[in-house]
């Protein structure tokens, strides 16, 4: 038929290998789950990490799971990707992303550990330093680095 295209063989195993170098790159970076179960004695929902490291978190701090019963939470499993958390019974789906978001608190300090944090102050130096012309560039001795020169 003209006008339609159909996918070789050759293409959607390219477009299959790319699926799997992206999952496996987010396996990487991205936690998962590898266990997760209900402990009603200390009423937290218990979640092991690939990584090896684990946390756990109060059903009630999340609204989907408040009024929970301790039946109903430990019915517990992990998605397939292994990149959240579901109760079939509550229909809830939670994600462990989310999950570590809220739990450490990551918008609020996070980017201040990481330089990203946006203040007055520093808005007022890059004006400072816009009106300078901007960031000085990098110089470079013509020695420097040389075969035969002292730093070679």
Same mark, same amino acid.
Request: proline share 6%.
């Given at each position: 038929?003209?006008?339609?295209?159909?996918?070789?063989?050759?293409?959607?195993e390219?477009?299959?290998?790319?699926?799997?170098?992206?999952?496996?790159?987010?396996?990487?970076?991205?936690?998962?789950?590898? =266990?997760?179960?209900?402990?009603?004695?200390?009423?937290? /929902?218990? %979640?092991? &990490? *690939?990584?090896?490291?684990?946390?756990?978190?109060?059903?009630?701090?999340?609204?989907?799971?408040?009024?929970?019963?301790?039946?109903?939470?430990?019915?517990?499993?992990?998605?397939?990707? =292994?990149?959240?958390?579901?109760?079939?019974?509550?229909? /809830?789906? %939670?994600? &462990? *992303?989310?999950?570590?978001?809220?739990?450490?608190n990551?918008?609020?300090?996070?980017?201040?550990?990481?330089?990203?944090?946006?203040?007055?102050?520093?808005?007022r130096?890059?004006?400072?330093?816009?009106m300078?012309?901007?960031?000085p560039?990098?110089?470079?001795?013509?020695?420097?680095?040389?075969?035969?020169?002292?730093?070679?």
């Open positions: 038929m003209a006008g339609t295209a159909e996918p070789t063989k050759v293409g959607l390219d477009l299959n290998q790319a699926a799997i170098r992206r999952a496996r790159e987010a396996d990487r970076i991205e936690p998962r789950a590898q =266990g997760a179960t209900y402990d009603p004695k200390r009423d937290l /929902v218990l %979640v092991t &990490l *690939t990584s090896g490291f684990a946390f756990g978190f109060p059903p009630q701090a999340l609204d989907a799971l408040q009024g929970a019963t301790g039946e109903e939470l430990s019915q517990v499993r992990i998605s397939p990707s =292994g990149d959240g958390l579901h109760w079939d019974g509550l229909d /809830v789906d %939670v994600s &462990l *992303t989310g999950l570590m978001i809220q739990a450490l990551l918008r609020e300090w996070a980017p201040r550990i990481l330089g990203q944090i946006r203040s007055e102050a520093k808005a130096a890059a004006r400072k330093n816009g300078k012309g901007g960031r560039r990098t110089r470079t001795r013509p020695d420097k680095g040389k075969a035969g020169t002292p730093e070679g």
